[in-house]
Every structure is written in C-alpha cells, then in structure tokens.
C-alpha cells in the first residue's frame, strides 16, 4: 500500500497490476550492485549490454528500468 507521501514501492506497485500488465523489468547495474541486492522480478541486462540484448525485452509490455 502507498505511503501517507504518496510513494509505492517497486515490488507493491508489481503485487497491485495484473499479470499480463505487469512491467517487465530490467536491472541495469553493474553485476556487483544486482548480486548484492536487486527487485525479485528482474531481469539482468548491464547497461553496457543493453543495446546489444534488445531482442530479449518484450515489447508488448510496460518496461521499467533502474
């Protein structure tokens, strides 16, 4: 649930939207930062990498990156 300030977290925003619109998310740090913690659902993609890997991001659902 939102905060008094209006702020939801990544993994409440996930729970609330239905499957099929739920975002597909990406994780753009380095190795080190996603090993050492990262949003359960996402996906892998260093953003040195990101240009070159296109083809695995869905394009009929909502992409969230951080």
Same mark, same amino acid.
């Given at each position: 649930? $939102? ?9 409440? *925003? @996930? =729970?609330?939207?239905? $499957?099929?619109? =739920?975002?597909?998310? /990406?994780? &753009?740090?380095? *190795?080190? =930062?996603?090993?050492?913690? !990262? /949003?359960?659902? $996402? !996906? !892998? /993609? ?10 695995? /991001?869905?394009?009929?659902?909502? *992409? &969230?990156? @951080?």
């Amino acid at each position: 649930m $939102a905060s008094d300030a209006g702020y939801i977290s990544p993994q409440e *925003l @996930y =729970a609330e939207l239905p $499957a099929a619109s =739920a975002p597909f998310v /990406i994780d &753009v740090r380095p *190795l080190g =930062a996603y090993t050492a913690g !990262h /949003i359960p659902v $996402a !996906h !892998h /993609i260093p953003v040195d990498t990101l240009a070159a890997r296109l083809d695995e /991001i869905p394009r009929d659902r909502p *992409l &969230v990156t @951080y």
